[in-house]
Each structure stands twice: as C-alpha cells, then as structure tokens.
C-alpha cells in the first residue's frame, strides 16, 4: 500500500510562473519530508527537506510547505525555469524503524518556454 | 564532495543469467539502499542493509539478493533474471540513526535490460 502519493503524474507551467507539486502521506510516523528531483538516465538528486516540528522551509527557489493536519506537503517553484523540467518525488521518512525513504509515484514537470 | 558510484550505467543480459549490479559510498554511511524504478511506479524499495552483513527486504525482494560485506559496498544481485525485472536500478546511502534527519544521495542509476 503506498503510504506516500503524487496524485499528479505530470504538470506542465509557463517559464517564469509558480510551479507547485502536491504530496499525500498515510503514515502519521513519518517525521521528515524531502524533495528529490530527476533527469532522464541519471540517479534523483536532493532539492529540499522538511522535518516535522516546521511548517515551512525555504531555499532559494524552492518552497516546502508541510500540514501535519491534513498529511499533505507541497513543493512551490517560484520562478519556474525551464531547466526545471524534470520529475520530482516526495520522499518520506520516520525516527523510528528502519531508515529506508517512502517515495512517491514522482510527478514531471515540464516548464514551457 | 559525496559520492555514491554504481558500477555500470547500462547492461544487457540475457534471461536466466546471473546479474550483479555494484554499487560503492565514500561517506562512510551505516545505511545503504537499492530501489528500481518503473513508469507510473516511483522508486520502490527492494532491499537495505542498516550494517555490514545485515538485510532488511524492502517492499519487492523477489527473485533479487543482496551483498554487504563491506561497510562501503552493497551488492544486488538477480538470481535468474527475467525479462520483467528490466528496469532503472538505483543505489543510495544514507547516515544511520543517530541523525535522521538526512537526505539519502544516490548513485547515477543503472539500466537493466533482460532480453
């Protein structure tokens, strides 16, 4: 059963514009969130985390929003450039247990030019 | 600078043959991870080790084993491959419980196909 979900496969945002990528976890245990972004043929590389005690983390960029209520956490892109074009997977993790990261389906996102 | 190496960034095999696929940190990392990744899947987890010798199966372990003789090293290995297990393989690390709050860095990917 997933326990992490990008009910969005693909996302497609005017060059300049926000881009915002939606994350749902189940599992309320998970404690630290992160964002991975991925380009064709080469491994995901880190963008951005989160841990549980914030709301909000910013970098640059990028923007992770986290609602412990709803289970849902966000990835704003403001402003989207088109070597931003990738696929990008919500990741999830908790203090106890195994160490291992819950991905998501991941979610592309294409910047238009 | 961080680096997770996996051996091969493609390979070709034929069905029934015995895969091993390498992967290597340098960060001197407790936890090592190997995931494959299929369209409209994600990545999903097939095996980790928390140790040197030491195996945990993650959510799809069939017909994959695993190999952590060294600290630095974490071997997976396809028994009989089959045509279904042609996929992206992915290898990471990751620092062991005493700071969880860590990213996990990855390998470049390796692009298995069973013929």
């Known amino acids: 059963d997933q326990q992490v979900k990008q009910n969005s496969p693909s996302l497609s945002v005017q060059e300049g514009r926000i881009s915002i990528l939606n994350c749902d976890y189940t599992?309320?245990?998970?404690?630290?969130f992160l964002w991975y972004k991925k380009y064709p043929a080469e491994g995901p590389t880190f963008l951005i985390s989160?841990?549980?005690?914030?709301d909000k983390n910013e970098d640059g960029r990028f923007t992770v929003f986290l609602n412990k209520s709803a289970k849902h956490l966000s990835l704003h892109i403001v402003p989207s450039q088109p070597g931003d074009s990738a696929v990008y997977f919500c990741?999830?993790?908790?203090?106890?247990?195994?160490?291992?990261?819950?991905f998501g389906t991941g979610t592309r996102l294409t910047v238009i030019p | 600078d961080v680096k997770v190496t996996q051996s091969s960034r493609y390979l070709v095999k034929r069905t029934g043959e015995k895969v091993f696929l390498e992967c290597v940190q340098d960060?001197?990392?407790?936890?090592m991870f190997w995931y494959r990744q299929d369209p409209g899947l994600g990545l999903r987890l097939i095996y980790f080790?928390?140790?040197?010798?030491?195996?945990e199966k993650g959510d799809i372990p069939e017909g994959y084993s695993v190999s952590r003789e060294k600290k630095e090293r974490f071997s997976l290995i396809l028994e009989s491959a089959s045509t279904n297990q042609t996929s992206m393989y992915l290898c990471?690390?990751?620092?062991?419980?005493?700071?969880?709050?860590?990213?996990?860095?990855f390998g470049q990917g390796t692009r298995l196909t069973v013929v």
């Open positions: 080790s928390y140790d040197v010798k030491m195996k």
């Open positions: 990471a690390s990751r620092t062991g419980t005493g700071s969880p709050d860590t990213e996990a860095f």
């Open positions: 960060m001197d990392h407790e936890n």
């Open positions: 599992n309320s245990m998970f404690d630290y």
């Open positions: 990741a999830a993790s908790a203090k106890t247990g195994a160490n291992n990261l819950f």
């Open positions: 989160i841990s549980s005690i914030k």
